[in-house]
């Protein structure tokens, strides 16, 4: 050791620096080994995904139109009457009555829950939806007040109803994007999903 341990001590830092510590995780065998298992795992839920998530998507939106839907066709029980008899009215310039835009509404939904399950009929059931999308929409800009009437301007419970269906219009797009036979795939670089 030197008369000056500061110098010294500058050595062993600039010596550090220049040669900095190598990860110990890649010497590790067994961590190796693990990382590897890791990545196949995940390439096998890639590829699952990839074959079933749009699958998946249609039909859980379908279960939500179905289910929105079959509620409408009975009187009272839809928390969403008022509203959807509100904006058809308005919509309409008032000559739909309240219960025909309903049922109407409600056949709609049906029936486009009917096709989105059951995989049918696709390209009608997208037209149809963007229609929906369209309905479904219009009170942000028809019924402000009502949805934004809590306090400082926050959502209502019928505001939250409606803003949440925005996931629908995401969703709508995913599935407009399949139509013409758009799919998902690897990302570039990758290995492409092998066949299941």
């Given at each position: 050791?030197s ?5 010294d ?5 600039a ?22 298992r890791l990545?196949?795992a995940?390439?096998v839920c890639q ?12 039909i859980?939106?379908?279960?939500v139109?179905l289910?929105?839907?079959v ?5 009272g029980?839809?928390?969403a009457q008022a509203?959807v008899?509100?904006t058809?009215?308005?919509l309409?310039?008032?000559l739909?009555?309240?219960g ?15 096709w989105?399950?059951?995989?049918r009929?696709?390209?009608?059931a997208?037209?149809l939806l963007a ?5 479904i929409m219009?009170?942000i ?6 949805l ?6 926050a ?12 996931i ?7 599935l407009a ?5 758009g ?10 999903p092998?066949s299941?």
């Amino acid at each position: 050791m030197s008369a000056f341990p500061i110098p010294d001590l500058f050595i062993r830092y600039a010596t550090a620096v220049a040669a900095p510590v190598r990860s110990r995780i890649e010497a590790t065998p067994g961590l190796v080994g693990v990382d590897a298992r890791l990545r196949a795992a995940e390439a096998v839920c890639q590829r699952w995904l990839i074959a079933h998530s749009i699958a998946i998507l249609r039909i859980s939106i379908g279960a939500v139109l179905l289910g929105f839907g079959v509620l409408k066709f009975f009187p009272g029980v839809s928390p969403a009457q008022a509203l959807v008899e509100q904006t058809m009215g308005i919509l309409t310039f008032g000559l739909v009555p309240g219960g025909v835009a309903l049922v109407a509404v409600a056949l709609l939904e049906t029936v486009l829950g009917i096709w989105l399950i059951s995989g049918r009929a696709m390209r009608g059931a997208v037209y149809l939806l963007a229609i929906q999308l369209v309905g479904i929409m219009s009170p942000i800009v028809l019924l402000p007040g009502q949805l934004f009437g809590g306090p400082h301007h926050a959502p209502t419970l019928v505001g939250q109803y409606v803003l949440k269906d925005v996931i629908i219009v995401g969703a709508a797009l995913v599935l407009a994007a399949t139509l013409g036979g758009g799919r998902l795939g690897a990302a570039a670089g990758e290995a492409a999903p092998a066949s299941m």
